[in-house]
């Protein structure tokens, strides 16, 4: 298989310094905002795409907050087809400071009753982004400029784009559905079949091609501790092109609501483990995936934890996405810019029971094996069949 060129635009280092000068509207801006969220929304050719991020308010001394490294805050991906919409040259990336009074989520659209600061505007060309791997395109200050008004603050923002590889996978129908296949998408031109979901509400270890996963069973026992029936409530096995098992999701512990909320609670989530096959006929566990509903919220969040061989998890991803309008879970490595990506998958919202389809990206930098692409489409399979149990118990 061959991997998809992708370009991601990141935009990291965000921080924010007010008010600049001594005047008496600097003064009382600086104590209106003594109580506030500060946060920016970010919005890439003309609003066509557009996300937010928290902003770190510093003071002109405050040199050790720069000097520590960070992850990207807001991240844009886009295949070479998408590319393709933007017109040669380059496009405006618009960024407006927000200040917000309230318990504000900085992934939301802007309130009316949120204060604008003001923004600043930069130049991007995405097309000769392609030509290197890495391309700084800013780093350092802007001033925050108010319409027909003074500049009363700075943002500090570095923006560069990385060119690399994904491998891309899309399945027509869920998991869940009789003959649902996994087809590799080259450059969004080419498909073929590599992989097919087996869902199972019994047991995947029993009959077929799929019989050596009996160790799954004594394994799941041995290690967590787990009853049988609790081993073998509800599995999705990835097979590949002949058949053989190469990942399985295995749910561990239930979506059942509690009697207070009638909701999926983060005190009692519904949890699926990933497993993979290894050399010697054993499976190892590779992640552990949990869900919950936030009602007040309207949104589901997720967490992965990669699964050492003491089953201890480290956490990887934590996302919340809207329970209506779906989106994308990503797991990105925070501490390394140049090497964030790792994978993302689409989560259908309400309304959308019609358009089963999956999609999922791994970078190819990560992948050694075709098990490990396995486990990231059977991570997908258990994120989509969490986001149905959770709207069904809400």
Same mark, same amino acid.
Request: glycine share 6%; proline share 4%; hydrophobic share 40%.
């Given at each position: 298989?061959?991997?998809?060129?992708?370009?991601?635009?990141?935009?990291?280092?965000?921080?924010?310094?007010?008010?600049?000068?001594?005047?008496?509207?600097?003064?009382?801006?600086?104590?209106?905002?003594?109580?506030?969220?500060?946060?920016?929304? /970010?919005?890439?050719?003309?609003?066509?795409?557009?996300?937010?991020?928290?902003?770190?308010?510093?003071?002109?001394?405050?040199?050790?907050?720069?000097?520590a490294?960070?992850?990207?805050?807001?991240?844009?991906?886009?295949?070479?087809l998408?590319?393709?919409?933007?017109?040669?040259?380059?496009?405006?990336?618009?960024? #407006?400071?927000?200040?917000c009074?309230?318990?504000?989520?900085?992934?939301?659209?802007?309130? $009316?009753?949120?204060? @604008?600061?003001?923004?600043?505007?930069?130049?991007?060309?995405?097309?000769?982004?392609?030509?290197?791997?890495?391309?700084?395109?800013?780093?350092?200050?802007?001033?925050?400029?108010?319409?027909?008004?003074?500049?009363?603050?700075?943002?500090?923002?570095?923006?560069?784009?990385?060119?690399?590889?994904r491998?891309?996978?899309?399945? $027509?129908?869920?998991?869940?559905?009789?003959?649902?296949? @996994?087809?590799?998408?080259?450059?969004?031109?080419?498909?073929?079949?590599?992989?097919?979901y087996?869902?199972?509400?019994?047991?995947?270890?029993?009959?077929?091609?799929?019989?050596?996963?009996?160790?799954?069973?004594?394994?799941?026992?041995?290690?967590?501790?787990? +009853?049988?029936?609790?081993?073998?409530?509800?599995?999705?096995t990835? =097979?590949?092109k002949?058949?053989?098992? &190469? +990942?399985?999701?295995?749910?561990?512990?239930?979506?059942?609501?509690?009697?207070?909320?009638?909701?999926?609670?983060?005190?009692?989530?519904?949890?699926?483990?990933?497993l993979?096959?290894?050399?010697?006929?054993?499976?190892?566990?590779?992640?552990?995936?949990? &869900?919950?509903?936030?009602?007040?919220?309207?949104? /589901?969040?997720?967490r992965?934890?990669?699964?050492?061989?003491?089953?201890?998890g480290?956490?990887?991803?934590?996302s919340?996405?809207?329970?209506?309008?779906?989106?994308?879970?990503?797991?990105?490595?925070?501490?390394?810019?140049?090497?964030?990506?790792?994978?993302?998958?689409?989560?259908?919202?309400?309304?959308?029971? =019609? $358009?089963?389809?999956?999609?999922?990206?791994?970078?190819?930098?990560?992948?050694?094996?075709? #098990?490990?692409? +396995?486990?990231?489409?059977?991570l997908?399979?258990?994120?989509?069949?969490s $986001?149905?149990?959770?709207?069904?118990?809400?």
């Amino acid at each position: 298989m061959d991997p998809s060129v992708f370009l991601r635009l990141l935009i990291f280092n965000l921080a924010v310094r007010l008010p600049l000068g001594a005047s008496t509207a600097a003064t009382a801006i600086k104590e209106a905002l003594s109580s506030a969220s500060l946060y920016v929304r /970010i919005k890439l050719a003309d609003g066509r795409f557009s996300k937010s991020a928290a902003l770190h308010i510093v003071s002109c001394d405050d040199v050790g907050w720069f000097a520590a490294p960070k992850g990207p805050a807001v991240a844009f991906d886009f295949s070479k087809l998408e590319l393709n919409q933007f017109a040669k040259g380059a496009v405006n990336l618009t960024l #407006e400071v927000y200040a917000c009074f309230d318990d504000c989520c900085p992934t939301v659209v802007p309130s $009316s009753q949120d204060w @604008v600061l003001g923004s600043t505007t930069l130049k991007i060309d995405l097309s000769k982004s392609m030509e290197e791997r890495v391309m700084e395109h800013h780093s350092g200050w802007r001033d925050v400029e108010m319409k027909d008004g003074p500049c009363f603050s700075q943002l500090h923002v570095s923006v560069c784009t990385e060119k690399e590889e994904r491998f891309v996978f899309k399945a $027509s129908k869920g998991p869940a559905a009789s003959n649902s296949r @996994v087809c590799h998408v080259q450059d969004s031109q080419r498909s073929r079949s590599v992989f097919s979901y087996l869902f199972s509400q019994d047991s995947v270890m029993s009959g077929g091609k799929t019989g050596g996963l009996k160790l799954v069973k004594k394994w799941i026992k041995k290690k967590l501790g787990l +009853a049988d029936q609790k081993a073998q409530d509800c599995s999705v096995t990835v =097979q590949d092109k002949s058949g053989l098992p &190469a +990942a399985v999701a295995l749910m561990t512990e239930p979506f059942v609501p509690t009697l207070d909320t009638n909701s999926i609670t983060s005190a009692k989530p519904g949890s699926w483990l990933i497993l993979q096959p290894r050399n010697s006929g054993k499976w190892e566990a590779w992640g552990k995936l949990s &869900a919950w509903t936030e009602p007040a919220e309207g949104r /589901i969040t997720y967490r992965f934890e990669r699964l050492t061989d003491s089953l201890d998890g480290i956490p990887v991803s934590y996302s919340s996405i809207s329970r209506k309008d779906g989106g994308r879970f990503s797991i990105d490595l925070p501490t390394d810019r140049t090497r964030g990506f790792v994978m993302s998958a689409s989560v259908k919202g309400e309304g959308k029971r =019609q $358009s089963s389809a999956l999609n999922v990206d791994v970078a190819a930098k990560f992948v050694r094996s075709k #098990e490990d692409l +396995a486990a990231y489409v059977a991570l997908a399979a258990a994120l989509d069949l969490s $986001s149905d149990a959770c709207r069904a118990c809400s």
